[in-house]
Structure formats: C-alpha cells, structure tokens
C-alpha cells in the first residue's frame, strides 16, 4: 500500500485557499496519498465533510487546523492533528484568534490606504470570503489590481520568477516588523495553547520551523517540547536541504516526531503542486497516534 502523506493542505475554508475540501480529497486520490489534513487557517469548516469525502474514495483525512500563535514575540502557526472540531475548547481558541486577526486585518488595509494603495476594506473582505484576511492574501488582492492597471509600483512583483512569490514579497516589504504597513500580533500564546492541547484531544505540531517569520530555534523547541509539544514539521517546501537535515536533527535528539505538509493552497503559492512533496510516510501518523493523551 502506497504510503505517501500530507498534514498540511489548505482548502477554501481558509481566506487564501482555493479549493473545496472535496476537490481536494480528490486531488489526494488522483495523487496516490494515503492520507491528507486540511488544515485551514484558524477554522475547522471543512469538518467533518472532508472525512466523509475521505471515507467514500479511499483517503484517511486526518482532521486538523492550523492556529496563529504567538511565542517570544513572533508568530508562530501550530497544527493540531486529530483535533476534535466539536470540542468547545477549539472554539473557544478560534473566536479569540479570528478576532485578533480581523482587527489586525483592518488596521492594514487602513494603513495602505493612508500611504496611497487603491484597496477598502468591503473588497478584502468580500474576497476573502469574510474569513478573517491573511496579510499575504490582502497582498494578493492588490497584486490582482495592479495586474489589471498595469500599475507600476508593483512591477518588481511581477515580473518574470518573482510572480511565483509575489505575495510573499509584498508581505515582507510591507507587512513585517519596521516596515510602512507593519501591525503588532495581537495573536494567541503559544505555552497557552499548547496547555490547553489536551481537551482537543489533538497532536500539536510545530509547522514550518524555518520559515523566514517565525525561524525556531532549537532553544525555543526545548522549551515547546516541555510545554507540550509533539512534532515536528521537517518536511515542508519552505526547507531547502539544510534545513530538513538540521531540524530532522533536532527532532531526534528532542523526541519530536518529523512530519510533513506542503502547505499547499492553490494560486497564491504557485510554487507548490499538490502531491508533489517528498518525506511524508504514513508512519509519521501512526507515532503521532500513539502520543495522543
């Protein structure tokens, strides 16, 4: 039995994803995964469809979400497989972050319109489908603009290989730390939901330990694995070699199980083609099972 897998896939549940949970399913059947988790940004909306899709065409959806969480000052995003989306304790974790995120939403388009960026707030919420809006897919709101207007300031975006990462680019010219549309996170603790994990009956995994917001060092997995914490993705398109050597390293040493996700959304990362990851094996699912509590 083949037994390729991705934890981390996101659906149009989440403000910058694509496709349904049963095209996605689908897409899993057509790409010989053995098991999939969509893992939509701070909503549980593709359950539990996405495990009756799952279950009619032959892939084990393992149900999860990914949370925007904050720890020594920057943001960290956290999976949570095998979480329970009816438990009230994951509702209780969604309100509060869908709140923050819509209140830091608002203040930057507030603030790109101030510094003379053609976008409202009614448009970013209608496109991204009143979910709360992600700073890359405000990002790509313009960009789409721009394209149409042919609109100069933004030609360096989209032009040639940069149009693979162009909302990315704008998020870093823009949207981080001392940059002119920069707004402090206002997101969940970290310790605080890695303490409440538990009542979820969810697996928590660290997603994409190296990538260029958050970069977790090994003092800072230490301290996560202590306060709870259980994997690991190793295994992610935002890891060149040396980064899936180093943080597979430091998952063994510290006991966290490697998993894999491609973080896979659609258009607004052209880069990533579904079923196109290498590492993820379904025993990475079966050890995350076992450490359930």
Same mark, same amino acid.
């Given at each position: 039995?083949?037994?390729?897998?991705?934890?981390?896939?996101?659906?149009?549940?989440?403000?910058?994803?694509?496709?349904?949970?049963?095209?996605?399913?689908?897409?899993?059947?057509?790409?010989?995964?053995?098991?999939?988790?969509?893992?939509?940004?701070?909503?549980?909306?593709?359950?539990?469809?996405?495990?009756?899709? @799952?279950?009619?065409? @032959?892939?084990?959806?393992?149900?999860?979400?990914?949370?925007?969480?904050?720890?020594? @000052?920057?943001?960290?995003?956290?999976?949570?497989?095998?979480?329970?989306?009816?438990?009230?304790?994951?509702?209780?974790?969604?309100?509060?972050?869908?709140?923050?995120?819509? $209140?830091?939403?608002?203040?930057?388009?507030?603030?790109?319109?101030?510094?003379?960026?053609?976008?409202?707030?009614?448009?970013?919420?209608?496109?991204?489908?009143?979910?709360?809006?992600?700073?890359?897919?405000?990002?790509?709101?313009?960009?789409? $603009?721009?394209?149409?207007?042919?609109?100069?300031?933004?030609?360096?975006?989209?032009?040639?290989?940069?149009?693979?990462?162009?909302?990315?680019?704008?998020?870093?010219?823009?949207?981080?730390?001392?940059?002119?549309?920069?707004?402090?996170?206002?997101?969940?603790?970290?310790?605080?939901?890695?303490?409440?994990?538990?009542?979820?009956?969810?697996?928590?995994?660290?997603?994409?330990?190296?990538?260029?917001?958050?970069?977790?060092?090994?003092?800072?997995?230490?301290?996560?694995?202590?306060?709870?914490?259980?994997?690991?993705?190793?295994?992610?398109?935002?890891?060149?070699?040396?980064?899936?050597?180093?943080?597979?390293?430091?998952?063994?040493?510290?006991?966290?199980?490697?998993?894999?996700?491609?973080?896979?959304?659609?258009?607004?990362?052209?880069?990533?083609?579904?079923?196109?990851?290498?590492?993820?094996?379904?025993?990475?699912?079966?050890?995350?099972?076992?450490?359930?509590?």
């Amino acid at each position: 039995m083949n037994s390729k897998i991705d934890l981390h896939i996101h659906s149009n549940k989440s403000s910058d994803g694509d496709f349904s949970p049963f095209h996605i399913v689908q897409l899993a059947k057509e790409n010989a995964l053995r098991a999939i988790s969509i893992t939509d940004h701070d909503t549980v909306a593709a359950y539990p469809e996405a495990i009756e899709f @799952g279950i009619k065409v @032959g892939v084990e959806v393992i149900p999860s979400i990914e949370l925007t969480t904050l720890f020594d @000052g920057r943001e960290f995003h956290l999976l949570l497989p095998f979480v329970d989306w009816e438990e009230k304790t994951v509702f209780d974790l969604i309100n509060k972050v869908v709140e923050s995120r819509f $209140k830091e939403a608002k203040e930057r388009v507030r603030i790109l319109k101030k510094i003379g960026f053609d976008i409202s707030w009614k448009e970013v919420l209608k496109k991204s489908r009143s979910n709360p809006p992600l700073g890359v897919t405000i990002a790509q709101i313009l960009l789409d $603009k721009a394209e149409k207007q042919e609109n100069p300031a933004f030609k360096k975006y989209l032009e040639g290989a940069n149009r693979l990462f162009a909302p990315y680019s704008f998020y870093k010219d823009y949207f981080m730390e001392g940059k002119p549309a920069y707004v402090s996170k206002q997101s969940l603790d970290l310790l605080d939901v890695l303490k409440v994990a538990p009542k979820t009956e969810a697996v928590p995994v660290l997603s994409h330990p190296g990538a260029y917001f958050q970069q977790a060092r090994k003092e800072d997995l230490i301290i996560l694995k202590e306060s709870g914490l259980v994997g690991l993705e190793v295994y992610t398109f935002y890891h060149d070699s040396s980064l899936k050597e180093y943080y597979k390293e430091v998952a063994q040493e510290l006991d966290l199980v490697p998993t894999a996700g491609s973080d896979f959304h659609g258009k607004i990362k052209p880069h990533i083609h579904f079923g196109s990851l290498e590492g993820g094996e379904y025993w990475m699912i079966e050890e995350l099972r076992k450490r359930r509590k």
